[in-house]
């Protein structure tokens, strides 16, 4: 699917690729101060449920800090996310992965709507293993890809026994647990497995938010991911690492593309992202990056919104509350989540962006 970074200025282009990519979430022009108080308003969002956590503790936050918004995110997953926004039924829509061409047509075109960068997080695939402690199990990126192929059926199959000498591993099914909804946590997944296995690719035809998969059950969102491992003995799924942490799930240590094995962290998201340093924005994917320490399913997620806001009240609300997630303030209920808060280059890119956001032709933030 052929992406795009929509309202990208030269200038952004340029910000971004020569910035350092520090991950302090601040964002340089203000340190995270300066935040502009919002007018009132009840602003409602829709979409990826992959930093939905984030997004909840945030939007509470805000609150307490600006009464007079509230600010109601419901989910939903990716697809159902971008869908409202066409339909305009939502104030932004949230994703995994950026808005393809033919969705910004849908909306007007690539001119008609922005999209900022909110957090940074990584994937886990969780299992439901009796005798098989968290992290004791290891994965490379073929046995990864054949588990989801269907090819490899037995938690004891040789390959996955290869992988993982010492550890006792059953004569038992393996039931792989997958999304049932358009799903960006799904995009960035199959992106993962499009770069490392040319089988995989072959088969499904590219990574997706939707796909025909080989082999598994779905559930709705990480959350219905997640609770479908924990009930189903054998089950293996790939979830956001917030979802996992909370739920007390195990994870497998992933073989990364320098040939380590790491456990999913918000540390090895900000590695795979600074592998990418300097590389176009519209390098979104920074799956299977290179570096000792980097998690090998990593992703930013994305808020959309039109750039012309049609109410100049609910629109000015709106990108005050953008703005003040992308700062250091903002960012720290994504660290203390487990997410990676943004680079700094990225928090620049995303001021920026911002700060094309109108009404009637007006700019709407006021932060310099």
């Known amino acids: 699917m052929k992406s795009v970074l929509v309202a990208l200025s030269a200038g952004a282009a340029l910000l971004l690729t020569a910035c350092g990519g520090s991950p302090t979430g601040t964002n340089p022009s203000t340190g995270g101060a300066g935040v502009p108080a919002p ?19 945030a939007n509470f936050a ?44 849908a909306m007007g ?13 990584t994937e886990s695939l969780a299992y439901n293993l009796d005798g098989v402690a968290d992290g004791q199990l290891k994965l490379t990126p073929d046995t990864i890809a054949g588990i989801f192929l269907g090819k490899i059926k037995k938690w004891n199959d040789p390959a996955m026994a290869a992988d993982n000498s010492g550890v006792s591993l059953p004569n038992q099914d393996i039931h792989v647990i997958h999304r049932s909804d358009g799903s ?53 799924g790939y979830v956001e690492l917030a979802y996992v942490l909370q739920t007390k ?49 990593s992703g930013y997620s994305w808020i959309i919104l039109y750039k012309d806001q049609a109410d100049k009240t609910k629109g ?5 509350y953008l703005y003040w997630l992308t700062t250091a303030e903002g960012q720290q209920y994504a660290v203390n989540l487990h997410y990676a808060a943004l680079p700094s280059s990225m928090a620049s890119y995303d001021l920026l962006v911002l700060k094309g956001v109108t009404s009637g032709g007006s700019a709407l933030l006021s932060v310099s």
């Open 39 to 57: 007018p009132r308003a009840s602003l409602t969002g829709a979409g990826a449920t992959f930093p939905k956590p984030f997004y909840d503790a």
């Open 62 to 105: 805000y609150n307490k800090k600006f009464s007079q918004v509230t600010i109601n995110y419901g989910g939903g997953g990716s697809g159902a996310g971008i869908q409202q926004l066409t339909k305009k039924v939502v104030d932004f829509g949230a994703s995994d992965v950026p808005l393809s061409s033919k969705e910004a047509d």
């Open 109 to 121: 075109g690539s001119d008609k709507v922005i999209q900022i960068a909110s957090t940074l997080g």
């Open 184 to 236: 960006g946590t799904t995009y960035i997944f199959t992106d993962y497995l499009c770069s490392v296995s040319a089988d995989w690719k072959a088969k499904t035809g590219g990574p997706g938010k939707s796909i025909t998969w080989p082999t598994g059950d779905g559930a709705q969102g990480n959350a219905g991911v997640a609770t479908r491992i924990t009930q189903t003995p054998g089950a293996i």
């Open 249 to 297: 799930m195990k994870q497998a240590a992933l073989k990364n593309r320098d040939g380590n094995f790491v456990s999913p962290s918000a540390a090895g998201a900000t590695a795979a992202a600074k592998a990418f340093v300097g590389s176009s924005p519209s390098q979104f994917s920074i799956v299977n990056a290179s570096g000792k320490d980097s998690a090998p399913i």
């Open 316 to 320: 000015t609300a709106l990108v005050d």
